[in-house]
Every structure is written in structure tokens, then in C-alpha cells.
């Protein structure tokens, strides 16, 4: 069972940056992807980065260009790096796993994820 744990999240105000972290337990020496996705009050859960065991990443548009996500396989960790945050990136962060690759496409598919985190709150004030 491949177990994912987040950290990082906080009280932020506008302008400023977050990191946040994820240990994942994997097994079976899959290339699993590892993703953030985020969910604010009242609405679905949505894609927010993907980075492949390879280190391939993709970005939604929302936040291409003030996020960066990277891992470090030797620990099986995952972070996503967020500047000049907005009132908007208030939301639940979670942390996935899927056990291989996806397309540019399929990573951005919540349905693709095998394994969830429970999530930590980003709140960001104006």
C-alpha cells in the first residue's frame, strides 16, 4: 500500500511563496508519477503539477510560471514550489501517486491516481 503524507501548507499573504512537501511510501520499484492537485470549497478537485520518475513535468495554466514541482527519488519525495501566490491558490493541497507514466494529457486526469495524501490547507490573504 503506497502512502503519502503532506506538509508545508500554511497562512500565507499575497505575493509571498510556499513550499510544499510530500513523502510517498512507494513500492515495487514502479515509476510512479507523482502529482499536486487542490481543492477549494465547493469546487472539484483540480490539477496542479505532475513530475514523472524521470523528471518530466507538466503544469496547469494556473500556475505555469509561479510553481515549480520536483522529487527526489532516493527519499521518495515530492515538492511543489509556489511564488507570488494569489487569493485564488486557496485550497486543499493534495499530494498523488500513480505507479507509471501518463501523457501530457492523462497526468492532468485526477481519475488516473491510484493513491491520495490527505491533504494540506494553503490559505492565502489578500
Known amino acids: 500500500q503506497v502512502q503519502l503524507v503532506e506538509s508545508g501548507g500554511g497562512l500565507v499573504r499575497a505575493g509571498g511563496s510556499l513550499r510544499l512537501s510530500c513523502v510517498a511510501s512507494l513500492r515495487n520499484n514502479r515509476p510512479y508519477t507523482l502529482a499536486w492537485f487542490r481543492q477549494a470549497p465547493g469546487k472539484e478537485r483540480d490539477f496542479v503539477a505532475a513530475?514523472?520518475?524521470?523528471?518530466?513535468?507538466y503544469y496547469s495554466d494556473s500556475v505555469k510560471g509561479r510553481a515549480t514541482i520536483s522529487r527526489d527519488n532516493t527519499s521518495d519525495k515530492v515538492y511543489l514550489q509556489i511564488d507570488s501566490l494569489k487569493p485564488e491558490d486557496t485550497a486543499v493541497y493534495y499530494c498523488?501517486?500513480?505507479?507509471?507514466?501518463?501523457?501530457?494529457?492523462?497526468?492532468?486526469?485526477?481519475?488516473?491516481?491510484?493513491?491520495w495524501g490527505q491533504g494540506t490547507q494553503v490559505t492565502v490573504s489578500s
Open positions: 498523488a501517486a500513480f505507479g507509471g507514466h501518463c501523457t501530457a494529457i492523462g497526468c492532468r486526469d485526477r481519475r488516473l491516481y491510484q493513491y
Open positions: 513530475i514523472s520518475r524521470a523528471s518530466t513535468t
